[in-house]
């Protein structure tokens, strides 16, 4: 079983910054793919961005530029670094690790909310 555990969510006015921390625990053997996933209000959960082992990035055309994604692989850590932040962005954000392909894990969810 794999856990994990994000951080860093809160209130922030636009053209703010946040961080955001998902440490992942368990069993984590082999290649892994992490990624930052957000649901808006009343919408769809969509992909924000995501990294491989290799640290190989993937962005959402809405969050490139902005935002930026690495990782810590001695610490089954992925970082979210959001820069620029729009009342847009405001939204759920989850953590989610793929693990050789085949499982996937999810995060609770940490709330970003982008306002004046």
């Known amino acids: 079983q794999v856990q994990l555990v994000e951080s860093g969510g809160g209130l922030v006015q636009p053209g703010g910054s946040l961080r955001l921390s998902c440490e992942a625990s368990g069993s984590i053997i082999g290649n892994t793919l992490m990624g930052w996933y957000r649901q808006p209000p009343g919408k769809q959960r969509e992909l924000v961005a995501h990294?491989?082992?290799?640290?190989?990035?993937h962005y959402d055309n809405a969050v490139r530029g902005r935002f930026t994604i690495s990782r810590d692989n001695a610490k089954n850590t992925v970082y979210l670094q959001m820069n620029s932040l729009k009342p847009e962005d405001t939204a759920v954000y989850y953590c989610k690790i793929q693990i050789r392909g085949i499982w996937e894990y999810w995060g609770q969810g940490t709330q970003v909310t982008v306002s004046s």
């Open positions: 990294i491989g082992s290799a640290g190989i990035t």
